[in-house]
Each structure stands twice: as C-alpha cells, then as structure tokens.
Nanobody, 120 residues
Framework: QVQLVESGGGLVQAGGSLRLSCAAS????????MDWYRQAPGKQRELVAA???????NYADSVKGRFTISRDDAKNTGYPQMNSLKAEDTAVYYC??????????????WGQGTQVTVYS
C-alpha cells in the first residue's frame, strides 16, 4: 500500500555534495517519522539522521555539521543534503519511514537504497 522510492545517489569527489530524496507514495495519511540509514561494505547498517513530524532532526556524530535532513510533507518526500563528503561516507543509503496509512494503520517501511560513492 505504501512504497518508498529513493533517488539521487551517485559518484562524487571528496568535498562535494549530493542530495538524496525519498518519495513515499500510496495510501498515506501521515508520515510520522523519516530516518536515513547507511550501510558500508562489510559493516552494519547505521542510523545517519532522523526527524519526526514537528521535531528537531538528530544526526550521527560522524555527519553532524555536514548533513542536513528535511521533509516536504506536501510531497511526502524527505531529503538529506550531504555536504563536505568524505570517502568514509561511501555506502548504500536507505530511507526508513514510519507511516500511518489512510486506514489508520501505522507501519514502518524501507526504501530500496541508493549507492553513494565518494572518491578522493
């Protein structure tokens, strides 16, 4: 009933910027929270940033000051703006959303992931 589609990943030189997006579609009543995770090769998936409706964003220490997340609820889309990228930011980035459907059922969903590769 709900789908998350990510886009915006790619290859970027160290020091550069990328903006990812996560568009939610389907029978959406409300997006309660949308978080961003990443998983580097051989490592566990880690939380990068999180934002709840009406709340302040929280960031992992590794990205604080460089990443900014936002949401456009009119478009049901979330965005992490990633600046000053480093090689260690290379990972598959996933959005994770807690959504209430029009049937008033609240469930979590994962996006398919988008690859970000930072080269020096």
């Amino acid at each position: 009933q709900v789908q998350l589609v990510e886009s915006g990943g790619g290859l970027v030189q160290a020091g550069g910027s990328l903006r990812l997006s996560c568009a939610a579609s389907g029978y959406i009543f409300k997006i309660n929270a949308m978080d961003w995770y990443r998983q580097a090769p051989g490592k566990q998936r880690e939380l990068v940033a999180a934002i709840t409706t009406g709340g302040s964003p929280n960031y992992a220490d590794s990205v604080k000051g460089r990443f900014t997340i936002s949401r456009d609820d009119a478009k049901n889309t979330g965005y992490p703006q990633m600046n000053s990228l480093k090689a260690e930011d290379t990972a598959v980035y996933y959005c994770y959303a807690w959504i209430t459907t029009t049937q008033k059922v609240s469930t979590s969903y994962w996006g398919q992931g988008t690859q970000v590769t930072v080269y020096s």
